[in-house]
């Protein structure tokens, strides 16, 4: 196998995720696509440990699923809060910090 | 010279990025998330490729696991919010940020075919690589203080995230 093939997957994921973030205006889809976007450097990570044949980077794979776990309590926490003073999903209509 | 990847690792990589077409594409937040339990499942099977046993089993866990489902019950108690969402228009403008995501994957292109010219070498894994044992192994001794960390890190979260989402008095 070779690790381009990996690297390019990881590329594609990552854009999508990009893509996700700038076009859809769902904060919970906008959610999914800052997952896509971790998923895709843990791909990467994976990859170039498995291509060294050094586990540091399987090690920082755990700790981006750790930052992943607590990133989904505190943005749906927050999405959830918002979702109850407005009532909405959208994000172009959450404007209370805009002063 | 090895093959580029192996029918297995292409079936697995082609579904990974049609299901994560998927995540933006679907209307529903909820067939979203279904594409998204598709793509983590692809990707598990490829860290599996990637003999990274250990990491395999996390994901499917901790994400499909625990993120997703708390994901889920967040779409069943949004369900009345989607009836609304389509009369909302975007403020931006569609064609700039087409335009941006277009340059950024051609960036992104571009950086592969750079790293076309120059193909690491492949190394002989050791034995054990990514099983339980060899990874506790590093995450003990290698990495103790990291791993110390990263429990103030989820009390944290933990404690922001019932702080954030307790009802306002």
Redo the contacts between chains.
């Keep these: ?9 990881s ?10 973030v ?5 904060a ?2 906008f ?3 800052i ?2 976007m971790l ?1 895709a450097a ?2 990467l990570f ?2 170039f ?5 050094n ?2 980077g ?2 920082w ?3 981006v ?10 943005g ?6 918002l ?2 003073s407005k ?4 994000v ?2 959450y404007n209370v910090l805009k002063g | 010279m ?5 029918i297995a ?1 292409w079936i697995l ?1 082609i579904v ?2 049609l299901s ?2 998927g ?2 594409l679907l209307e529903k ?1 909820i067939h ?2 279904l594409s ?1 339990l598709l ?2 499942l692809m ?1 598990a099977a ?2 599996l ?4 046993q ?2 395999a089993v ?2 499917v866990l ?2 499909a696991g ?2 997703l489902v ?2 889920m019950f ?2 069943v ?2 369900q009345d ?2 009836q ?2 389509s009369k ?1 228009q ?3 403008y ?1 064609p700039f ?2 335009f ?2 277009i340059a ?2 051609g960036s ?2 571009f ?2 075919y750079q ?2 010219a120059h ?2 070498a ?5 034995t054990g ?2 099983t339980v044992e ?2 506790g192994e ?2 003990y001794l ?2 103790f203080f ?1 791993f110390e960390a ?1 429990i103030f ?2 009390l944290i ?2 404690i ?3 702080y ?2 307790r ?1 306002a008095k």
Excluded: C, H
């Design positions: 196998m070779d690790i381009l093939f990996f690297i390019y997957i590329m594609a994921m990552f854009a999508v995720g990009v893509i996700g700038l076009v859809k205006r769902n919970l889809i959610f999914l696509s997952e896509l998923n843990n791909l994976v990859a440990a498995r291509q060294w044949g586990e540091t399987l090690v794979v755990f700790f699923l750790v930052v992943a776990a607590a990133e989904a309590a505190v749906l926490a927050l999405i959830i809060n979702f109850r009532q909405i999903v959208d172009d209509q | 090895f093959p580029f990847a192996t690792q990589g990974l990025v994560s077409f995540v933006i937040p979203a998330s998204f793509t983590l990707l490829l860290y490729q990637l003999s990274a250990f990491i996390m994901q901790v994400y625990a993120i708390i994901f967040v779409i108690l949004f919010a989607y609304q969402l909302f975007p403020r931006s569609k940020l087409i941006a995501a950024f994957t992104l292109i950086l592969g790293l076309r193909p690491p492949q190394r002989a894994l050791p690589y990514g060899s990874l590093a995450l290698d990495f990291p990263v890190v989820f979260a933990l922001g995230a019932v954030i989402g009802k």
